[in-house]
């Protein structure tokens, strides 16, 4: 086994690691594997790993791995996560000391968006942070809201009060776990409008066209985490040098979800004159820590995927030199 300080290493890491005796029973788990299976490591210990995993060749795989003590790769393994959602990732299995296995979890990048992965571990450490800087940031746009005469002052202030408290409800949303959003009828337009004021207070405002359907019904979803989606996609379009946005909305009927087709969709286009997404960021786009900009962080794209999948939707992007178009798709019946 690893020596004490050893495993104390082990469980600062972000990927996923367990140790299994031969019987496959969970000998060690570190915090990150337990965040992705939304299962406490302590109370893993004692528990046969394949009960979590969906995998039939996986008892073999690790009587193999004992018996022949080299690395072997288990890929697609799905894993059963609480409330019925599911896992898939690649395992990699390596005897340490014999008769004990050291199983790697690296789950997949189509799962990203929807599992526990050290992604939402990560957005909740950022999510701590901001919050005392947004505080501070609030009360100071509160006393220049009471001491400026300026009728315009006072609305720029106020609409800094106004993000600085969505920011710090979106904050508290990722900081707890397993939280739901907060579904209410929503007004796409109205929310596209809200969108438009705020792009008109950035420092390199780009022109702003509509192209909307009136027709639209409400749609169902969480006001505050859709803007923000539809802020980051409207942000990385300013940082990477657009002139001109075109917000789009349009229904589309038989549209694909996840695993399921929905009879309709409400479809909202953020569309840009950009020079395009790069061919070498275009597979792993929607990935945490991905960024085409040196001080990006990587998180924005990724966030608002998982926020469209939240919602029982998609984020979807196709892009060449001079039209970059990002798709949020939101089902239009909710089961």
């Known amino acids: 086994m690893h020596a004490p300080e050893q495993i104390d290493l082990l469980t600062l890491l972000g990927t996923g690691l367990a140790v299994l005796g031969s019987d496959g029973r969970v000998l060690w788990l570190n915090p990150a594997l337990g965040e992705m299976l939304d299962v406490g490591p302590r109370t893993a210990v004692g528990q046969d790993f394949s009960v979590l995993l969906r995998a039939p060749g996986f ?6 791995t004992v018996a022949e003590r080299h690395a072997f790769n288990l890929r697609g393994a799905t894993f059963g996560v609480a409330r019925g959602r599911e896992l898939l990732a690649d395992l990699t299995l390596q005897s340490i000391d014999g008769d004990r296995v050291l199983v790697e979890v690296h789950p997949l990048a189509s799962d990203l968006a929807t599992a526990g992965t050290p992604l939402s571990a990560t957005l909740r450490g950022f999510a701590h942070e ?15 809201e009471r001491r400026v005469a300026d009728d315009d002052l006072r609305q720029l202030a106020g609409m800094v009060i106004a993000e600085a408290d969505r920011l710090a409800a ?32 950035e420092a390199d405002a780009p022109v702003v066209r509509h192209d909307y359907d009136p027709s639209l019904p409400d749609t169902i979803g969480d006001a ?45 286009d953020v569309m840009d004159d950009g020079p395009g997404v790069p061919d070498d960021l275009r597979d792993t786009l929607f990935q945490p820590l991905v960024s085409g900009r040196a001080d990006g962080t990587g998180l924005g794209l990724a966030l608002s995927r998982e926020i469209a999948i939240e919602h029982g939707g998609d984020l979807r992007c196709t892009s060449r030199p001079g039209e970059t178009i990002f798709s949020l798709y939101l089902p239009m019946e909710r089961s």
């Open 170 to 201: 979106l904050a508290d949303g990722l900081l707890r776990h397993g939280g739901v959003a907060r579904l209410a009828p929503v007004n796409v337009h109205e929310l596209l409008e809200r969108l438009e004021s705020i792009v008109a207070a």
């Open 59 to 64: 008892a073999a795989q690790l009587a193999r």
């Open 224 to 268: 505050d985490r859709l803007l923000q989606v539809l802020l980051n996609l409207t942000r990385n379009a300013i940082e990477a040098g657009a002139g001109t946005l075109i917000l789009r909305t349009r229904v589309e009927h038989g549209a694909r979800l996840g695993d399921r087709t929905v009879r309709a969709a409400l479809r909202v």
């Open 130 to 144: 901001v919050k005392n800087p947004l505080a501070g940031l609030r009360g100071a746009a509160q006393l220049l």
